[in-house]
């Protein structure tokens, strides 16, 4: 089984960075994409970027330009580096993990990115 552990997280002032990582541990067998969704209070959980084994990324209009997803293989590592942090940015980042042979999502717990105004 896949555990995903995400850290990262922190109170920063709009217009600054912050680095998320997650690491995952367990087998990686049939795992295709890796990506962070956020949820926000009182709102619905959304997509925020993802990476293929192949190294394809993918982004919510909302944060391109200003978000990086990255991993290393290596680490079983994906990390996602935010830069211009906006008060919006503000929610509880999960790290998802995706088995499109058996449609099985596999989430961490997250990690709080708190950005004041």
């Known amino acids: 089984q896949v555990q995903l552990v995400e850290s990262g997280g922190a109170l920063v002032q709009a217009g600054g960075s912050l680095r998320l990582s997650c690491a995952a541990s367990?087998?990686?067998?049939?795992?295709?994409?890796m990506g962070w969704y956020r949820q926000a209070a009182g709102k619905q959980r959304e997509f925020v970027a993802h990476i293929t084994n192949g190294g394809s990324t993918n982004y919510a209009d909302t944060v391109k330009g200003r978000f990086t997803i990255s991993r290393d293989s290596a680490k079983n590592t994906i990390y996602l580096q935010m830069n211009s942090l906006k008060p919006e940015d503000t929610a509880v980042y999960y790290c998802n993990a995706y088995r499109p042979q058996y449609a099985q999502n596999i989430w961490g717990r997250g990690t709080q990115v708190t950005v004041s105004t």
């Open positions: 367990g087998s990686m067998f049939a795992i295709a994409t």
